[in-house]
């Protein structure tokens, strides 16, 4: 499995190296200035933890959607953490609106 990944991980350089060949100036800079902004927004980010009650599958939504729509709507990052069965999510947020808002849609009141 070691091994497994570490192939993986050198396809994902491989995969860097070749984009960055066929990329203009401009647009390494400009991928290069979005990085950083969303590297600033993350570690400015709060984060909470939360457990789906129910539904799991009506909170995500058809492959992912409505957890799309959900952090476009609120501005913030919903990730699933631990193993599938235990229902784990954890949301990364700045407006405490935002993450309240997150949670009723989890039906966490």
């Known amino acids: ?3 497994w990944a570490a192939g993986d991980l050198f396809s994902l350089f491989a995969l860097q190296d070749q984009q ?6 401009a647009a390494i800079a400009k991928a290069s200035k979005d990085s950083e ?3 600033d927004s ?7 933890t939360f457990k789906i009650a129910s539904n ?3 909170f995500i939504g058809p492959r992912g959607s409505r957890i799309r729509s959900l952090q476009k709507a609120t501005n913030t990052l919903i990730y699933g ?3 599938r069965g235990e229902r784990l999510f954890m949301v990364f947020y700045h407006e405490a609106k935002d ?11």
């Open 1 to 3: 499995m070691i091994e």
């Open 20 to 25: 960055l060949e066929m990329a203009s100036a």
């Open 37 to 39: 902004n969303n590297l």
């Open 42 to 48: 993350a570690r400015a980010a709060q984060v909470d």
């Open 56 to 58: 799991i599958g009506h």
């Open 81 to 83: 953490k631990g193993a």
């Open 99 to 109: 993450r309240a808002r997150v949670l009723r849609r989890a039906g966490i009141d």
